[in-house]
């Protein structure tokens, strides 16, 4: 019996998103579904190394479908524009502004995605899939689900951040056999934005949990490498540099930590944003490490292969994001890790930190607070092993692959077994119901 197979299609391979295609496609059945992933920007050859290690079939379509994030370089884009749709509706109503928006994004699609239509289909055609799995929401990828429409294909499509839908987005809803959503905020948000609470469910992230050490063995060794004595209190924020991500909040609670531990240092994982705005914000970061006198206190990393060693060297992780994370991978991985995490409360945090419990929340924006609670996990040893111990078993029992990919095999199950020989049809009417 032929193996159906699931082509996951995804605009960038890079960020957690990719990450946690990855694992997903690593960790199919493969009596069940067999995987291919393609990706429309192949920016680091690290997934694809992965990708080929797993025996993964990789297609790479071009650069052309680089898309922004998740629309948050827009919302905070340096270039002054003038606001036309606030101005029609100050003038107008918002009827105007709507209507406008609809239209700049009706051309905006024709101009920019229409022209990927024809490619995702000869790439659908070759592959010959059961069904689609788009990895990056709905409003990047029209194309795809327009081409797999076309080509009578089932779909799922993962929400993995704070999608700003507008009318026009909202025309292709309708095409979508399911939506998976990592977070209990992120559905509430497409709820919100039109979305039918029938047509989605919440499947969190999920990893490898044997990859994450519990032993802090490497902890020495890592120390050595940047420099420190072995026994360097340590805390560390892992991610991309991009503006919300919030590291000048870590840089400054660092600083004022180290007024009560001297010897504190910390580490900053990941590598700035292919922008020039990012590209700002990394200098903005070394000139703000200069201002706090921790040049020799802090290391920029760069973008890090070895994620899981660093994590188990931290006595703790901070995710000091400045705005909601959609999930937050990375807290999931130092749970893993047995490290106390110090997260901003906000967004698909609150899925998996319980104050207190089995990770410390803290006020978005809040050096002070932030400083207060690396003081008290570095502090009482207690206290952060015991918070350590409870973040590894709630990633055990929550947040495994196993649990993971059978949910989302299940999604699949259910689509294919309501095929009924067409793709659903597209209903106009249904789509602009907002």
Same mark, same amino acid.
């Given at each position: ?94 009827? $105007?502004?709507? /209507? ?29 899939? $059961? ?74 992230? /999920? ?45 400054? $609670?660092? $600083? ?107 006020? /978005? ?70």
């Amino acid at each position: 019996m032929t193996v159906p197979r699931v082509l996951f299609l995804a605009r960038t391979a890079r960020g957690g998103s990719a990450f946690s295609l990855y694992h997903l496609a690593k960790g199919l059945d493969r009596h069940r579904y067999a995987p291919v992933v393609a990706f429309y920007a192949l920016e680091q050859a690290h997934i694809a190394d992965q990708l080929k290690a797993a025996q993964i079939p990789l297609e790479v379509l071009g650069n052309h479908f680089a898309a922004k994030a998740d629309g948050r370089e827009a919302m905070h884009s340096s270039r002054p524009k003038r606001n036309w749709a606030g101005w029609l509706e100050a003038r107008f109503g918002r009827w $105007a502004s709507e /209507a406008y928006r609809f239209f700049k994004s009706a051309y905006k699609f024709l101009k920019d995605d229409a022209p990927l239509i024809a490619p995702t289909m000869r790439l659908i055609r070759q592959t010959q899939p $059961a069904l689609v799995h788009f990895n990056n929401g709905l409003r990047p990828s029209k194309p795809i689900a327009i081409a797999a429409w076309l080509m009578r294909k089932p779909m799922v499509c993962h929400v993995r951040s704070f999608e700003h839908l507008g009318w026009f987005d909202l025309l292709f809803r309708s095409l979508v056999g399911r939506f998976i959503y990592i977070s209990r905020a992120v559905e509430q948000h497409s709820q919100r934005a039109g979305i039918s609470a029938a047509h989605g469910q919440i499947i969190h992230n /999920a990893l490898e949990v044997a990859q994450y050490a519990c032993s802090p063995a490497p902890a020495a060794e890592v120390r050595r490498e940047f420099g420190w004595p072995a026994e360097t209190p340590l805390v560390g924020i892992v991610g991309r540099l991009d503006w919300w991500k919030g590291h000048e909040y870590f840089l400054q $609670a660092l $600083a004022q930590a180290k007024q009560t531990i001297p010897s504190l240092r910390g580490l900053i994982i990941g590598e700035p944003e292919h922008t020039a705005e990012n590209a700002a914000y990394y200098q903005k970061l070394l000139t703000l490490t200069e201002t706090l006198g921790l040049q020799n206190e802090v290391c920029f990393t760069g973008f890090r292969s070895d994620v899981p060693r660093l994590l188990a060297a931290l006595d703790v992780m901070v995710l000091a994001s400045s705005e909601p994370e959609p999930f937050g991978r990375v807290v999931i991985e130092a749970m893993a890790a047995e490290r106390p995490v110090i997260a901003t409360a906000a967004g698909g945090v609150l899925d998996i930190i319980e104050h207190e419990v089995n990770g410390w929340l803290i006020p /978005a924006k809040d050096a002070p607070a932030m400083a207060q609670a690396m003081v008290k996990m570095l502090s009482e040893p207690t206290l952060a092993r015991r918070i350590g111990q409870a973040a590894r078993q709630t990633v055990e029992e929550r947040f495994t692959l196993a649990v993971h990919v059978e949910r989302v095999q299940k999604v699949y199950d259910g689509l294919l077994q309501a095929k009924s020989g067409a793709a659903r049809p597209f209903s106009t009417a249904e789509g602009l119901s907002v």
